[in-house]
Structure formats: C-alpha cells, structure tokens
C-alpha cells in the first residue's frame, strides 16, 4: 500500500468530525443569541456524536500496527508502529530538520507518544520488534536487509520475506542470493545513487517481482492486522 503524503497538516482531526465539531459551536452560539433551547439541545447532540468519532479513533489507535518507510532525499527512516509505541530506523536524529519536516508530523498524527530511535546497523529487540543479523521481524512482516555489511558476498540460506530493504549505496548484487531465498517485493531508499537504484529496478524487474523507490516518491504504508 501507499501512503498518501510523507507529511500531514497539523489539524488532527477527519472531516465528519470536523463538521460535527462546526455544526456544535455554530448550534450552541445561535442557540444561546436566541434562547432556543432546541438548537442548544442539537447542538449537545451533535457534540456527543463528535466525541464518539474521537473515542473511536482512540480506540483505532490503540491497536494500530503498522510499518511506513518514509520518502527522504538522501536519508532512510521506516517507523514501526504498534499502538502508540514506534521503533523507529533511522539515520536522522531528533534535530534534524528532515525528522522535523517529514517523520515528526506524521508520527504525531498517529498520536505515537513514545519514539525509539535506532541505527540499521544495531541489533535490537524491542518487543514485538526484532532486527538481528540484516534481518527485521515486526510482527508477522520479515524483512531482509541489503546493504554494506553485505558488500561482495554471497548470500545463502532460505527463507520467505516480504519485502527486501536495499540500502546504504551496497555493492551487493542481488542475482546473488540464493534461489531458496524467497520475497515478494524491494523497496530501495534515498541512500542509494540514482544509477544504482536504476540496475536494482531492472533485477527486480526482470524477477517479475515489484520495486519501491522510496526518493522523490510518496512513503509507503504496510498495514497490518493483529
């Protein structure tokens, strides 16, 4: 799936509450200008209606899982989200104008409250977060990492993945790995040159799987179920 802008307004509320929210003030000040109780009576109505919808999304937000690997210029950064707690993987830190600009709003309008920051290269257990040894599980998503620590070599083994993260400008040739590794996409962050990017696509491309440039491209979104 993709995700619709890497960054959002700063309003965090949908429209249908946005109109409740409206009709509530706007039913509440002419009732009161006219003492009318019916239009205040409404206007308490459609205020509960209102706060209904925030409930709710409340609610959504408590059992949200999902991964977004954000678009960024030369940078990478994926934020695996469960709940309100996020893993976030990145080579940015909390300074950064880049974090502010399109990690920080986005994450703020998933009302995440607790951010991890940790490197590609560092391995980390984090509950139902795992990355060790270029691999990362979340949940029940595997993802298998290409970059530098791979440079020139031959990757064995097997195993299903659902995506492969190339990364970090590598030297790794894909048409290396093994035959028994299987994935079912790629997606190739800003790290990457613009002609390595390009031989990663044509590989991808040629294997009749799907490649994701995540550079001067909309971020992309894997929504998972728990």
Same mark, same amino acid.
Request: hydrophobic share 45%.
């Given at each position: 799936?993709?995700?619709?802008?890497?960054?959002?307004?700063?309003?965090?509320?949908?429209?249908?509450?946005?109109?409740?929210?409206?009709?509530?003030?706007?039913?509440?000040?002419?009732?009161?200008?006219?003492?009318?109780?019916?239009?205040?009576?409404?206007?308490?109505?459609?205020?509960?209606?209102?706060?209904?919808?925030?409930?709710?999304?409340?609610?959504?937000?408590?059992?949200?899982? +999902? $991964?977004?690997?954000?678009?960024?210029?030369? =940078? &990478?950064?994926?934020?695996?989200? !469960? /709940?309100?707690?996020?893993? @976030?993987?990145?080579?940015?830190?909390?300074?950064?104008?880049?974090?502010?600009?399109?990690?920080?709003?986005?994450?703020?309008?998933?009302?995440?409250?607790?951010?991890?920051?940790?490197?590609?290269?560092?391995?980390?257990?984090?509950?139902?977060?795992?990355?060790?040894?270029?691999?990362?599980?979340?949940?029940?998503? +595997? $993802?298998?990492?290409?970059?530098?620590?791979? =440079? &020139?070599?031959?990757?064995?083994? !097997? /195993?299903?993945?659902?995506? @492969?993260?190339?990364?970090?400008?590598?030297?790794?040739?894909?048409?290396?790995?093994?035959?028994?590794?299987?994935?079912?996409?790629?997606?190739?962050?800003?790290?990457?040159?613009?002609?390595?990017?390009?031989?990663?696509?044509?590989?991808?491309?040629?294997?009749?799987?799907?490649?994701?440039?995540?550079?001067?491209? +909309?971020?992309?979104?894997?929504?998972?179920?728990?």
């Amino acid at each position: 799936m993709e995700l619709p802008y890497a960054t959002f307004s700063s309003i965090w509320i949908d429209l249908p509450e946005f109109i409740l929210l409206s009709l509530a003030l706007g039913l509440f000040i002419y009732g009161l200008a006219k003492f009318n109780k019916r239009f205040i009576f409404s206007s308490l109505f459609c205020f509960v209606c209102y706060q209904t919808l925030i409930i709710n999304d409340d609610l959504k937000t408590y059992h949200q899982q +999902k $991964i977004i690997f954000f678009s960024l210029r030369k =940078n &990478y950064a994926a934020a695996f989200i !469960n /709940g309100r707690n996020c893993v @976030l993987v990145t080579d940015l830190n909390e300074t950064d104008k880049n974090y502010d600009f399109f990690v920080k709003p986005a994450l703020s309008q998933l009302q995440v409250d607790k951010i991890s920051l940790i490197d590609l290269k560092r391995d980390t257990i984090q509950g139902n977060f795992i990355l060790k040894n270029n691999q990362i599980v979340f949940a029940d998503y +595997k $993802i298998l990492i290409i970059n530098d620590a791979l =440079n &020139y070599k031959k990757l064995e083994g !097997n /195993g299903d993945f659902s995506s @492969l993260w190339i990364s970090g400008n590598t030297k790794f040739k894909l048409a290396t790995l093994s035959a028994s590794i299987k994935y079912k996409n790629v997606l190739i962050d800003a790290t990457n040159k613009d002609y390595k990017i390009e031989i990663f696509k044509k590989v991808v491309k040629n294997n009749h799987l799907a490649a994701y440039v995540l550079k001067k491209n +909309k971020a992309y979104l894997v929504q998972l179920t728990q």
